[in-house]
């Protein structure tokens, strides 16, 4: 029997032993056996720790950015590949495409937030923070890559997608993964996995794969590591509380099962559009990956006056799923990953009858297309009709990990939020209403106890991505039962493996740390206008001052007429008493714009391509009329920017194939006082003397 191979220390190794079989969940054959008996896991580890880990630190968070993207084009290159193999777990081809496509979506969306980190091995969080009287003292923080290694041990249910959605955020935040997939399914994530080693494109160490038990890893990790589970609560506190864990103070990231629900709001009736939705999303939930999703709606809340309707129209609709082999064309629901995840949905099933009632589908029987029944893993959908869900709280405490839902009453909003935070916890809820009182209500009232909450009406159902679907940029756990964790949430996301550390100091020297200046810090002030240097030339710190412009009344007065604001405070003419100022104002634009005015080189062509916005603009102090402006231009930090791919059957924007960055710098606005009147970032886009 073939063995799946671990990809650990650099080569592929076969496990000791004959292992567990993996079999094909449509036709029962066997696929492949899977072990990991005689690894050295301390020795895994410190390869991680060892190689993997200071070459993706010395990466800045561009070139760990582009990484990800041309792994993402490589991979999506391959994709049919991974389709075939799939679908022997069971997937449809919708199932695979949130799995595989869904996956490398991750990578991409992560790659892109590059875009909004420096070209640095670290990053600054926050804002800075002055601690003294004269300026000499501050202090801010900054976020260095973990000297670890991030061990993901993932569910079975999305074997592409649970690996990559958690890779794409340590490997952008330079730290290097090792990778434990469930064993039913961990063909598929082997198969990922030889294509990305065979890419090239991560450095040595950045990521291992071992496929079968993860034996005695956690004896191994350290304070410096960080694990992430997704998988039952019972085994994630299994693992969490395991001694080395709490011993070492290891950070532990778990996204448990939880019994996510969806609420009817009472504003929706028979015929209108969010009825047919709500029936849309409860089916989609039950059939798509056969229920088997973390994210899957387990508990529907229904006003009790429409409880019955709604129930057959989702029966009804139901009908309509064709299930079987994922390869037949007309299918819409395929199996279960095996036989062992169908008697477990079975058992919980009986356990739920306890105080429920069947009224859809059958636990013994199912038609199925192109398969035997007996022999795959299939399962008909299952609708549930607990009445008394205040007294009868199995519902509330038992989950079915398959095509199994259960619909309950309510009598209005505030039962639903009750009835919600029943699940103690839960990864996600959707409410569906047209009403935005019922929605507020539910959504302020629901909130503490669940990771997300989606609002759907018909203004956004074409649109959404649905009651389940984690986005890259949203942070995907919850809390209580769900686990207490947090995945992606973009710039979120790579906080949970870099280490924040308060920096305290002058500062000119957090500016010579950080490669971003400081305010206070010393300025390097020279003969050549700032402009009139390519971004290579420039240098964190590069400075000019100002000559003093005289603002007039007259100035102000022209502004307000070539602007349009007419604002009191900027009219000669107004009675300012009992007013916050003392006479005609300067607009606060007209400050910038004559600062603009001041700090531009003027006239000659330069490397400035173009002004690209204005961050953080302040106005600090009044200016009056016979005050004298002058201007402290620093430039704050630079972000390279590579080439767009120029597409020759489209048209690009022109400027596109010149290498540029882009220059942050900060604007000092002061009066002939030397008082600060303004303060702002602005952003223009630099030529390059050369590509990157």
Known sequence: MLKLGNFIQGKWVEGDGEGQLLYNAINGDPIAAATTKGLDFDSILKYARNVGNPLLRKMTFQERGRMLRALALYLLERKEKFYAISAQSGATRIDSWIDIEGGIGNLFSNASLRRKLPDEPFVLDGDPIALSK???FMGHHILVPKEGVAVHINAYNFPVWGMLEKIAVNLLSGVPAIVKPAT?????????????IASGILPDGALQLICGSAGDILNYVSSQDVITFTGSAETGLKLKSHPNILKENVPFNMEADSLNCIVLGDDVNPGDAEWDIFIKEVKKEMTVKAGQ???????VFVPENKI??????IASELDKTVIGNPSNEKVRMGSLAGNDQRNEVRNQVQKLLAGSELIYGSLDSVNVVDADANIGAFLSPLLLLNKKPFECEVSHNIEAFGPVSTIMPYKNTAEAIELSKKGKGSLCSSIVTNNPSIAREYVLGAASHHGRILVLNNECAKESTGHGSPLPLLVHGGPG????GEEMGGLRGIKHYLQRTAIQGSPSMITAISNVYQPYAKGNVGDIHPFKKYFEELNIGDQLVTEKRLITSEDISRFADLSGDHFYAHMINTDFNETMFEEQVAHGYFIMSAAAGLFVDSYDKNPVLLNYGIDELRFTKPVYAGASLYIRFTCKEKIAQELKEINPEMSMPKGSDIPKGIVKWLVEMFDDTDEMVGIATILTMVQMKHKL
């Open 134 to 136: 004269q300026n000499t």
């Open 308 to 313: 019955e309707d709604l129930w057959k129209s």
């Open 184 to 196: 039913v399914t961990s063909y598929l994530t082997e198969a990922v996995v030889k294509e990305i």
């Open 293 to 299: 999703k973390c994210t899957a709606v387990r508990r």
């Open 481 to 484: 039962r769900a686990g207490g």
